[in-house]
Every structure is written in C-alpha cells, then in structure tokens.
C-alpha cells in the first residue's frame, strides 16, 4: 500500500466521521478489537484442529 493510497484512507475515515478525528480513531479502535477478537477464534480453531489431527496422544 502506498503512502498516497494511506493519506486517502485516512481522509475517507475522517470524512465518515465528519471530521472528527477523536471518533474516526475511536472508530478505529473498535474495528481493531473488533478484528482481534475474530484472529483469537481463528487461532484457537486452528489449534483445534491440530490437536485433533495428532490424536489424544499429544500429551504423553
């Protein structure tokens, strides 16, 4: 991603939030927990899935 396709990112989040900056990051801010929260499910069903893959014998 380039640095002017960033700067037009930044101007489209501010622009959706009428220009208020606090809440184009408080915005920002949930999406990412928001985001986080869906890359813990994804790991823990990946590790799940490993697990179930090697057996019940992972632990001796």
């Known amino acids: 991603m380039s640095v002017r396709s960033n700067d037009t990112a ?3 989040i501010v622009a959706s939030c ?3 900056l606090r809440g184009a990051v408080r915005a920002l801010l949930l999406i990412n927990e928001h985001l986080e929260a869906e ?3 994804l790991y823990a069903a990946a590790a799940d899935r490993s697990l179930a893959e090697r057996g019940t ?3 001796h």
């Open 10 to 12: 930044i101007d489209e």
């Open 18 to 20: 009428n220009g208020d």
């Open 39 to 41: 890359l813990a499910k």
């Open 57 to 59: 014998s992972v632990l």
